[in-house]
């Protein structure tokens, strides 16, 4: 009976091993049959317009640039630098007026800064033909391009994505740079304070960011691979935005519409597709963090793909996941408050300070262009008041502001220009001290009204650094500046009446 025990043991051993034998081959002949190689990549042009093979980078360039010749009405190519080995930074324009600097939103769709992570590269590839193709035709096409100025940035680390194949496969990408650097780690860290300066960052992080100043987009996204979510700010810090709530909403809405054709797609979260940056993983000086804290801007992370180098044959069902809500999430651009801010006496418009009172932090505020007057707050539904403030106007509040969801809400602004005539006064209207200051600032009324108080620390670039609202009643109030740099600033301090400035 031993005997047959131990025997039947060893049976039992050997199937174990042999089916691990399997297994174990198995697994070798799927690896190798799922590894992306060379027959993932488009033989020409047009097969690379089928956008079930990934271009090559020549591909690339003559499908840009086919866009923009195909519909110059509607579409400009515009290169906004080059990469470290000289590759083409590429962004296409869709607008119904194109070469107009229009009173509108502006949207950004960009993708591949990790140099492997490259669905995105086709999927906005496809979303630009979607949109150049479809306008005239279809409705809801038609009220994004007439309305926003849309850009599409497909590939934005080239270095990383053909640098290893001369430009004709992805299979040997890369994350980071030829020089090695994560560029969505390489942007200024809000954490740390950093100045919203290229100085000492990489050649493609330069150019991006110049590229991002030059436009101010008013909502954007990037695309990445590796997992299946939808990450909202922030990266940095486990403090919440200031607009948390309309970034889980938005968030919400672009995953639940992909799972609605795929509901494995995004699947196994907490939050069922979606996540708050820091709540998932803390990370230093991304550009969502970036735009979100320096520009003004709002953008999320969109992670597409759980596999990096997605085989080609996955192309299509991605597209078909993911086409629904990419259209949404630009339609998101087109609500909110929309408004422009002039001058009463001329209406010329005016750059201006918006802010949502009792709502906003010092970087979730926005400005209306100097060139048009025009802002765009995104922002969730509910009644809001809003103050608009610039140098040399009196400030104005607008009550009861209603915003709806997937409604926008218009305002028009007027400012009233300060008198010509100035009074000097014999006495000093407020005293600051220390100066310089280390850790905390004082500010002590003498003859400033006893009003509310508006007190605003900029940069001597004009960037805002601090913000607060006070009463005041001759007491002095204490500011807290440990989070300033050491250097020199501006501090605006405004009454219902009147506005003073000190250096």
Not at 19 to 41: G, R
Not at 480 to 491: A, C, K, M, T, V
Request: hydrophobic share 35%; charged share 20%.
């Amino acid at each position: 009976m031993q005997r047959q025990i131990r025997t039947g043991f060893l049976k039992l051993l050997l199937v174990a091993i042999l089916c691990h034998l399997a297994a174990t081959s198995l697994d070798a002949q799927w690896t190798k049959s799922v590894q992306f190689d060379d027959s993932d990549m488009a033989l020409d042009v047009t097969e690379a317009l089928t956008f079930r093979k990934y271009p090559t980078y020549y591909h690339y360039l003559e499908m840009m640039h086919r866009f923009a010749s195909d519909y110059p009405e509607i579409c400009r190519l515009d290169t906004f630098g080059t990469s470290r080995e000289g590759r083409l930074l590429l962004a296409l324009k869709i607008s119904d007026n194109v070469e107009l600097d229009e009173p509108e939103a502006s949207f950004l769709y960009t993708s591949t800064m990790h140099g492997d992570e490259v669905l995105g590269y086709v999927l906005l590839l496809r979303l630009a033909d979607t949109l150049l193709s479809g306008y005239g035709e279809d409705s809801e096409i038609n009220r994004l391009v007439n309305n926003l100025q849309i850009w599409i940035n497909p590939l934005a680390n080239p270095d990383g994505s053909f640098s290893n194949d001369n430009n004709f496969s992805l299979k040997n990408a890369i994350r980071n740079t030829i020089d090695g650097i994560d560029l969505n780690r390489n942007f200024p860290d809000p954490g740390k304070g950093e100045a919203d300066d290229t100085t000492g960052r990489a050649l493609e992080t330069r150019h991006m960011m110049s590229f991002l100043k030059a436009h101010r987009f008013s909502l954007s996204a990037n695309l990445h691979g590796g997992e299946e979510v939808v990450n909202y700010p922030w990266d940095y810090t486990p403090v919440l935005h200031a607009d948390d709530d309309w970034y889980r909403f938005i968030s919400r809405e672009y995953a639940d519409e992909a799972m609605a054709v795929d509901p494995d797609y995004m699947w196994g979260w907490p939050d069922n597709g979606i996540t708050n940056g820091w709540a998932w993983y803390e990370a230093l000086g991304t550009r969502q963090d970036y735009i979100n804290y320096y520009q003004g801007g709002r953008e999320v992370t969109l992670e597409l793909s759980l596999v990096k180098l997605l085989l080609s044959e996955e192309l299509e069902h991605h597209w078909n996941i993911n086409q629904r809500s990419l259209l949404n999430y630009i339609s998101q651009c087109l609500y909110g408050i929309r408004g422009t801010v002039t001058d009463l006496e001329s209406g010329d418009p005016l750059h201006a300070r918006i802010e949502v009172v009792d709502h906003d932090s010092a970087y979730s505020v926005v400005h209306s262009s100097a060139v048009h007057g025009d802002f765009y707050r995104l922002i969730k539904e509910g009644v809001y008041d809003l103050v608009a403030s610039a140098p040399g106007y009196h400030n104005d509040t607008v009550l009861d502001v209603s915003v709806t969801d997937y409604h926008p809400t218009h305002l028009q602004v007027e400012l009233e220009p300060w008198p010509d005539h100035v009074p000097t006064h014999k006495s000093p209207l407020f005293r600051i001290w220390p100066n310089p200051a280390t850790h905390q600032l004082t500010i002590e009324p003498i003859t400033i009204p006893q009003d509310q108080m508006e007190v605003t620390i900029y940069s001597l670039t004009g960037r805002v650094l601090f913000h607060g609202n006070y009463v005041n009643n001759g007491n002095p109030v204490h500011l807290n500046i440990d989070h300033l740099q050491s250097g020199f600033y501006l501090i605006r301090i405004n009454s219902t009446t009147r506005s003073f400035i000190k250096h």
